[in-house]
Each structure stands twice: as structure tokens, then as C-alpha cells.
Nanobody
Framework: QVLLVESGGGLVQAGGSLRLSCAVSGRTFSNNYIGWFRQAPEKEREFVAAIRWSGGSTSYGDSVKGRFIISRDNAKNTVYLQMNSLKPEDTAVYFC????????????????WGQGTQVTVSS
């Protein structure tokens, strides 16, 4: 069992920045991957970024490359998503999720999910 708790969402103006946190507890292994997904109203859940718990290799969705940065602090058991140059289209509920062995861009491949945190970007 892996427990995930997101925080850091809020309202920000376009062009601004926000940092999300995902606190990870429970059974964490070096071959776990932590991913960030987002879901806007009436849209499918979209891959944002992922990071390997050990080694820190990262992957990004095309819509956020160059603007978002995923990182982790193993000592704090926390994964961060630094979001810069935010756009109104980044507005969504952001979820962190966990899976083992390999990175995946598909939400169906992640077994553990947090409750989500709302990010709203005003124009």
C-alpha cells in the first residue's frame, strides 16, 4: 500500500508559478515511479510528469515541457511539481500517483492515487 497526499494547489494569474507537493508514505521501493496527472472538467486525465524514486529520471508531457519541473526529496518522502509560466489551460485537478517497475503515460497503469488538488489559472 502506498499513500499519497497532494498539497499546494490554488488560484494564480497567467504567467505565474505554483509548486505542488506529493507526500508519499507506506511501501515505497526504489523502483517506484511517481507521476503527476491532471484532469480538467469534461476532459480525460492527462499525463503531466513522472519521476523514478531512485535515480530521479524524469518524463514530461508535451504540453508542459519546458515549463514544469518534477523533483523529489527522498529524505522528506515528497515529490514536487514546480509549475512555471502557467496558462489558463493548465487549470485542472492535479493528482499524484504511484506505480512500480517502469514509467507509464497512462493513468490506468497507476495503482495508487492521491485525492487531488485544484489548480486554477486566471487570464
Amino acid at each position: 500500500q502506498v499513500l499519497l497526499v497532494e498539497s499546494g494547489g490554488g488560484l494564480v494569474q497567467a504567467g505565474g508559478s505554483l509548486r505542488l507537493s506529493c507526500a508519499v508514505s507506506g511501501r515505497t521501493f526504489s523502483n517506484n515511479y511517481i507521476g503527476w496527472f491532471r484532469q480538467a472538467p469534461e476532459k480525460e486525465r492527462e499525463f503531466v510528469a513522472a519521476i523514478r524514486w531512485s535515480g530521479g529520471s524524469t518524463s514530461y508531457g508535451d504540453s508542459v515541457k519546458g515549463r514544469f519541473i518534477i523533483s523529489r526529496d527522498n529524505a522528506k518522502n515528497t515529490v514536487y511539481l514546480q509549475m512555471n509560466s502557467l496558462k489558463p489551460e493548465d487549470t485542472a485537478v492535479y493528482f499524484c500517483a504511484a506505480r512500480s517497475y517502469s514509467v507509464s503515460y497512462y493513468s490506468r497503469d497507476y495503482a495508487y492515487w492521491g485525492q487531488g488538488t485544484q489548480v486554477t489559472v486566471s487570464s
